[in-house]
């Protein structure tokens, strides 16, 4: 007998279904603000810091770069309480998977930002950097009104589709029980006996996601291209 | 901090009875190496062939290669595990699901992660083997035609010879991706390195040893991969090119 469908599950749950697709939206949103912002220290330091500066973040982004992201959650599900209790001198405190998780994306997709942002840097024209510095700026007037502007101009397109894959990678975090929007899916499929229906909707939502990312990677190297 | 690092855990008997730390850790990166190489060998060879399908002029070709790159690319891999794990069995024919069903447990984890890594890595592949042959200068392609090739001989003699050393150095990162995402494993039960790693920490109250080892193990491999696709890069670069 063929598989018989019962989408009716996926009606009933949606409340929690886009409860879990709001914690995905959050991990995205925060986790893509913390990894550019330190993405781009690290893309700076690698770039303009003093020779030891550089090679630590050199370090840091090929560490991050090496290791699966689940192992990175891992440790920083483990490591964090720990850490944290001896700072603190408390020894029951305890720190809940969503800032866990939010701390492993951070660092690790700052990693990745930090190559796009690095990349981005270098297609600026050194000639602007030194007549930022003939007008007077200094050094961090200069990154911050002339250089870092038109970089980010130019890797818009990367940076979009970075946050397209930290859009997938968030589905990582259920090794750690984090009810994302893939948990969520899960979860119902799993008291509903309808793993096959939640697991294809999810696909189906992911997929329409991405291809929005994707389609604004296009619009972006379009409009580029037009006023280059 | 009041963690006791002790690192003889690893040669400390299991509390399970599997035999040392040690050695379960060293079957997980076999499994971990195991499951990406042979992942890895087959994608090459199936993204070769899709990326070649994409820059194809025959629509009925390209727009089935399309689709399914696209559609590999932008789910999230956990989901196409959950995908092949979970629900292709069920929307098979009966028969056919329940012998996969019957099946060895570890075989049958073994099967949804390799159909899945290979397919996911496949659909990477193919969209850098296609910027590959779209790198290569229009000329050639013109001048190939002119000459009379056939489309065959067209991507035999010219596109491919140097579309495929020209992607060396990103496919790089591709190889490296297919051992991080091997990971994704142990969401199945498959126990890999990461899922060793986690499973020791639980059972020893030593994560950091556990996930220290792991780590070490996961940049050796990164070096190797590194250096190997280094070593191919310089043998076969293509004279004449900046940056090759």
Known sequence: MPYSFDWSSILRAWPYLLDGLGMTAFLVVVAMAGGIVLGTGLALARTFGPKPLAVAAAGYVNFFRSVPLILTIFWVFFLVPVVLRAITGDPYLTVGPIWSALAAFILAESAYYCEIIRAGIGSVRRDQLRAAQALGLTGFQSMLHVVLPQAFRNMAPSLVNQSVALLKDTSLVYVISLTDFLGAASAIGQRDGRMVELYLFAAAVYLALCSLGVWAVGRLQSTRSRHA | ?244
Not at chain 2, 103 to 128: F, G, H, P
């Open chain 2, 1 to 244: 901090m009041d963690y006791n690092w002790d690192w003889l855990i690893l040669f400390k008997q299991s509390v399970t009875g599997e035999g040392l730390y040690g050695v379960m850790l060293l079957k997980g990166l076999g499994w971990t190496l195991v499951i990406s190489l042979a992942s890895w060998i087959v994608a090459l060879a199936l993204g070769i062939a899709l990326g070649v399908g994409r820059t194809l002029p025959n629509r009925w070709v390209r727009w089935p290669v399309t689709v399914y790159v696209h559609v590999f690319r932008n789910t999230p891999l956990l989901v196409q595990l959950f995908l092949w794990y979970f629900v292709v069995p069920e929307l098979l024919p009966p028969a056919w699901g329940d012998a996969i069903k019957q099946m060895d447990s570890t075989l049958e984890q073994l099967l949804a992660v390799l159909l899945c890594l290979t397919l996911y890595t496949a659909a990477k592949a193919a969209e850098q083997v296609r910027t590959g042959i779209e790198s290569v200068a229009a000329g050639q392609r013109q001048a190939g035609t002119a000459l009379g090739l056939s489309t065959l001989g067209l991507y035999k003699h010219v596109l491919l010879p140097q579309a495929l050393r020209i992607v060396i150095p990103p496919l790089t990162s591709d190889f490296m991706n297919v051992f991080k995402n091997s990971a994704v494993a142990l969401t199945i039960g498959l126990m890999e390195l990461t899922g060793m790693s986690r499973e020791i920490s639980e059972f020893s109250a030593h994560p950091f040893e556990a996930f220290t080892a792991a780590t070490l193990a996961y940049m050796l491999i990164t070096l190797a991969v590194v250096w190997l696709m280094r070593t191919i890069e310089v043998r076969t670069r293509v004279p004449g090119l900046l940056g090759a």
